[in-house]
């Protein structure tokens, strides 16, 4: 199983980024999907999950009204659309798949390798 994000990078605070995730050879449509990020000298956190259908979300307090999440499930992939960025939403972003939405930032199944978001001041 592959998870693959893709499209962070260097950008200033205030600017927005959307983030992919897609899994060749893999139907993304039977799992929860969630990101997380983890900034440098920090644990890793969970940022947002979707269900499987895409009718129920979940964001951390700190991104809440700034990210949104979605899926496009016919074309196995899920997003992550971050505007207002601010330094501190700088990290590694992952994307994840788990079974369940309740417990999506805490019981992850697969991993993807992450793509670095940077947010300059």
């Known amino acids: 199983v592959q998870l693959v994000e893709s499209g962070g990078g260097l950008v200033q605070a205030g600017d927005s980024l959307r983030l992919s995730c897609a899994a060749p050879?893999?139907?993304?449509?039977?799992?929860?999907i969630g990101w997380f990020r983890q900034a440098p000298g920090k644990e890793r956190e969970g940022v947002s999950c979707i269900s499987t259908s895409g009718d129920s979300t979940k964001f951390a307090d700190s991104v809440k009204g700034r990210f949104t999440i979605s899926r496009d499930n016919v074309n196995n992939t899920a997003y992550l659309q971050m505007n207002g960025l601010k330094p501190e939403d700088t990290g590694i972003y992952y994307c994840?798949?788990?079974?369940?939405?309740?417990?999506?930032?805490?019981?992850?199944?697969?991993w993807g390798k992450g793509t670095p978001v940077t947010v300059s001041s």
């Open positions: 994840a798949a788990a079974d369940w939405i309740a417990t999506c930032f805490y019981e992850v199944i697969h």
């Open positions: 050879g893999f139907t993304l449509s039977s799992y929860v």
